[in-house]
């Protein structure tokens, strides 16, 4: 089906957020608890992920959940009993806050049911965001708001329609972490056009040490691929096939072109890079920085 061009430069407000994973590497702490709600400083992780959004124009955000999940659901809801306790005391700081995460955007959630990829996580989505584009962020992947990758994301997709990817240059012997593209340049030196995609190749297949990291601006066409896409690495439903058929042939819903990444990337899906991401952005904190950054050096020091 060629999909027509006009629609395929709608403005974005759409954004998806799969939020369905069972968060294992960080047991104990997330037996109980969502991986998503584990705290970045003083914020849960999803709380970051969901005022990129915002910050972008993206106003309407679902999210794709399981079993277990419904803390998150609280997180951005309203808390009346707590607001009211807040209020009483006269602390409008710490009400501010707690406000501040159920006025953020319009929320709405469907469960994924079985675990069948991040491509079925996608699919899953189709019903609320219809025959419009939509962003995908992962949750893992916290993107510094100082640099705005999904505001160029979605600036890129209204130059050249299709969907668009987020890039990162990683070291070659990462690469078999992440999935990997295959490019060529185009004009500007950020943007490349995608011409291939292989999910956590080996080394030596590896085609770039371009990783895709976790923010796609996608044209609904995907969602009549990913209902065709096979399972693939791990039995699942991969999206990076289905962004392979697109490139393979635009007028399902690309080309598929990618944003070249180089800014503040912080991976909380790793208990040593998300302790990482904690330090870096405590450390730039105004409140928290000054007392922090003293401590760290005398503590680095000591254990030198």
């Not at 972008?56 to 808390?79: C, I, Q, W, Y």
């Not at 990829?117 to 899953?124: D, E, F, P, Q, S």
């Not at 990076?240 to 070249?260: E, K, N, R, S």
Request: proline share 7%; hydrophobic share 40%.
């Amino acid at each position: 089906m060629v999909r027509d061009m006009t629609t395929s430069r709608t403005r974005i407000t759409k954004a998806v957020i799969p939020a369905a994973g069972l968060g294992t590497r960080f047991l104990p702490a997330t037996k109980a608890t969502p991986k998503e709600m584990l705290p970045v400083v003083d914020k849960p992780a999803i709380q970051y992920v969901v005022e990129e959004a915002v910050t972008a124009g993206l106003s309407d955000v679902l999210m794709v959940t399981g079993r277990n999940k419904r803390p998150l659901e609280d997180h951005f809801d309203r808390n009346y009993e707590l607001e009211q306790v807040l209020r009483d005391k006269g602390d409008a700081t710490k009400l501010a806050r707690v406000e501040e995460s159920s006025a953020l955007a319009t929320m709405h959630y469907v469960r994924q049911g079985d675990p069948k990829g991040l491509g079925h996580a996608v699919l899953c989505a189709a019903p609320h965001v219809g025959d419009q584009p939509f962003a995908v962020l992962l949750g893992d992947d916290l993107i510094d708001p100082r640099d705005p990758l999904l505001s160029r994301m979605t600036q890129v997709r209204q130059e050249h329609g299709g969907s668009v990817i987020a890039l990162m240059e990683v070291p070659p012997e990462s690469i078999h972490l992440y999935g990997c593209a295959a490019v060529a340049p185009t004009g500007e030196e950020d943007v490349v056009r995608v011409s291939g995609l292989i999910e956590k190749p080996a080394v030596d297949e590896a085609p770039s040490n371009l990783a895709v990291i976790g923010r796609y601006v996608l044209d609904p066409g995907v969602f009549e691929v990913l209902r065709k896409t096979e399972p693939g690495r791990g039995g699942e439903i991969q999206l990076t096939d289905a962004l392979q058929t697109l490139a393979d042939d635009p007028g399902m819903g690309g080309p598929v072109h990618g944003v070249v990444f180089r800014g503040r990337r912080y991976d909380t899906g790793d208990r040593g890079d998300y302790l990482r991401a904690i330090v870096r952005l405590a450390c730039e904190r105004e409140d928290l920085g000054p007392d922090f950054r003293d401590w760290l050096r005398g503590y680095v020091t000591e254990e030198m």
